[in-house]
């Protein structure tokens, strides 16, 4: 016997607050230390892909 499963209804924010925060975050540009440990992790995931 399978069990239903009910689908999963989106989220709705109400509150346009929490809305604009988010967004802000969204368009917020990474600071320079984000950056150099964003790159880092990248060198660090291409040499792990090549050996």
């Keep these: 016997m399978a ?10 924010i109400k509150d346009k607050k929490i809305v604009r925060k ?3 975050q ?6 320079e230390t984000a950056l150099k440990r964003h790159k ?3 060198e660090d995931f291409l040499r ?4």
């Design 22 to 24: 988010v967004i802000k």
């Design 3 to 12: 069990a239903k499963i009910k689908p999963v209804q989106p989220t709705e």
């Design 40 to 42: 880092q992790e990248e």
């Design 26 to 31: 969204i368009h917020q540009k990474p600071n």
């Design 48 to 51: 792990l892909l090549n050996k």
